[in-house]
């Protein structure tokens, strides 16, 4: 069993920044793919980046340029980089981690929230 804990939302004006961060209860040796999804008030969960066990990114249209994810493997965790946020990125955003034997986690979620 894996814990998935994030961190990092709060309050922001548009235009600025906010890390998100993602701790795993302890270490993946196996292949696996992290990722953050979001879910806005009245709208369905969407994948918002990924990153495969190799380090390869996959981005939504909507924050290409803007939102970078990477990982540190050392410390078991996940970071989801926003800048030049907007309004439109107001969700709860969640971690997840899919393992190579198809084992799906997912975190608690954290709020983001931007304003105009």
Same mark, same amino acid.
């Given at each position: 069993q894996v814990q998935l804990v994030e961190s990092g939302g709060g309050l922001v004006q548009a235009g600025g920044? &906010?890390?998100l961060s993602c701790a795993l209860s302890?270490?993946?040796?196996? /292949?696996?793919?992290?990722? *953050?999804?979001?879910?806005?008030?009245g709208k369905q969960?969407? &994948?918002? /980046? %990924?990153?495969i066990?190799?380090?390869s990114t996959n981005y939504?249209?909507?924050?290409k340029g803007r939102f970078?994810?990477?990982?540190?493997?050392?410390?078991?965790? %996940? $970071? !989801?980089q926003m800048n030049s946020l907007k309004?439109?990125?107001?969700? %709860? $955003? $969640?971690c997840n981690l899919?393992?190579? !034997?198809?084992?799906? $986690? *997912?975190?608690q979620g954290t709020q983001v929230t931007v304003s105009s």
């Open positions: 920044s &906010l890390r302890r270490r993946i040796f196996s /292949a696996n793919t992290m990722g *953050w999804y979001r879910q806005a008030p969960r969407e &994948l918002v /980046a %990924v990153i066990s190799g380090g939504a249209d909507s924050v970078t994810i990477s990982k540190d493997n050392a410390k078991n965790t %996940v $970071y !989801l309004p439109e990125d107001t969700a %709860v $955003y $969640y899919v393992t190579r !034997l198809g084992d799906d $986690y *997912w975190g």
